[in-house]
């Protein structure tokens, strides 16, 4: 299976909600953040991503056919390259309201402490890509904003019109269906892994004992379950 979607957009911008939203139309498996933890035979993969080796983008995504957040969104250029037929998502959200959310979520101190239970190669790894909570750069308001609004535009100049839609989840199902030729499923569009989720996964996985991020791809779903049966996760 050829990945036929590539979502672009930096973590925290709906991401989890996209990903949830591309496997509900049918597009299959989506690969995000939440995938690569639990499988430790991707972590060389992605280190020499990071460290700008040549890549089995087909190794990585194996069995899925659509991928989103980070380290993906990364390396958009070169997964995008290699997939010529996939369509991309630049998913957005107001740049402040991102910057916050990032600090109470994937850079913050509860997260910052399961990063120092990681493996050497993946906190390497994540140092390397600029997404490790323990970078002080990653806490500078202003640097983060004109790094995000940097990627936006390099996104936007790099991708041709009619293979890229620029996306807010806030917008629902209409635009992304109709860019993606599916139908409009008759169901509201997934919100999930919002702060408050993202808050409750954390101490969810110190009630597992979990002693790292492992299980996030898991509580991911059983958020977007909860949402689909009508009920608070």
């Known amino acids: 299976m050829a990945l036929s979607v590539i979502g672009a957009g930096f973590p925290r911008t709906g991401t989890a909600s996209l990903k949830v939203a591309l496997e509900q139309l049918g597009l299959g498996k989506c690969y995000h953040m939440s995938e690569v933890f639990p499988r430790p035979d991707h972590w060389p993969l992605w280190a020499d991503a990071a460290n700008g080796r040549p890549v089995d983008w087909d190794k990585i995504f194996d069995g899925f056919g659509a991928v989103t957040d980070a380290p993906a969104c990364l390396f958009y250029k070169q997964i995008a390259d290699h997939y010529p037929d996939a369509k991309v998502i630049l998913s957005m959200r107001d740049a402040d309201r991102w910057f916050d959310s990032t600090q109470s979520t994937i850079l913050s101190e509860a997260i910052m402490a399961k990063f120092r239970e990681m493996p050497p190669i993946l906190m390497d790894m994540m140092h390397k890509i600029g997404w490790h909570p323990e970078d002080v750069e990653n806490h500078d308001r202003a640097r983060m904003i004109a790094r995000l609004n940097a990627h936006n535009d ?80």
Not at 171 to 194: I, K
Request: net charge negative; with cysteine; glycine share 4%.
């Open 154 to 233: 390099d996104v936007k100049r790099t991708i041709a019109p009619d293979r890229l839609l620029v996306f807010e989840p806030a917008q629902g199902w209409e635009p992304l269906c109709a860019f993606l030729g599916r139908p409009v499923p008759d169901e509201p569009f997934p919100h999930v892994n919002s702060t408050e989720e993202f808050k409750k996964m954390v101490l969810q996985m110190g009630e597992q004992n979990a002693p790292d991020l492992t299980s996030a791809s898991q509580i991911l779903a059983e958020q977007a379950a909860a949402q689909r049966n009508g009920r608070s996760a």
